[in-house]
């Protein structure tokens, strides 16, 4: 068996909120130090881990399962970083490069691919609102992909 499918075997799909809290603390872990998107956490909104969490395993917990009571409003504190220092497809591409990766070192099956999945949607869906609904369609015209998830994938 090839490297990828027996580590692939050896990991458990996301099963509750347990998985995702210790999902998204190595996931905010990595986007805190990362160069590129890290300023946007750190210095721009000044996010507290301690604060965040809570909030946003409610977020991911009803995005997967249904789960839980997220009523906040996801979108706005985006905008409100967005208005301090614009956020980009390259921004949005190095998350979605991220999660990717931190799901897949820890992570695999139905609740994992469904979480990536959600992830590239959320990316797509925030730029999109963040740029007044134009993607940029350089290229073929196909408009925004994370390139940095089709390199992952690519890579797999």
């Given amino acids: 068996m090839d490297p990828v499918h027996f580590a692939a075997r050896d990991r458990a799909d996301i099963t509750g909120r347990a998985d995702l809290d210790a999902l998204l603390r190595r996931f905010y872990t990595a986007a805190f130090a990362d160069p590129q998107i890290g300023p946007f956490f750190t210095e721009i909104a000044g996010t507290r881990l301690d604060i965040h969490m809570p909030r946003i395993t409610d977020f991911w917990e009803r995005a997967l399962f249904r ?5 906040r409003n996801a979108f706005a504190p985006h905008a409100a970083l967005h208005s301090v220092e614009p956020m980009t497809a390259e921004h949005f591409g190095r998350w979605v490069q991220l999660w990717h990766a931190t799901i897949d070192g820890l992570h695999a099956g139905p609740n994992a691919e469904r979480a990536k999945a959600q992830g590239e949607r959320i990316a797509v869906a925030m730029l999109k609102r963040l740029s007044g609904g134009r993607l940029d369609t350089s290229g073929d015209g ?6 940095a998830a089709v390199e992952l994938r690519a890579a797999a």
């Fill in 142 to 147: 196909t408009g925004f992909i994370p390139l």
């Fill in 67 to 71: 789960s839980a009571e997220y009523q």
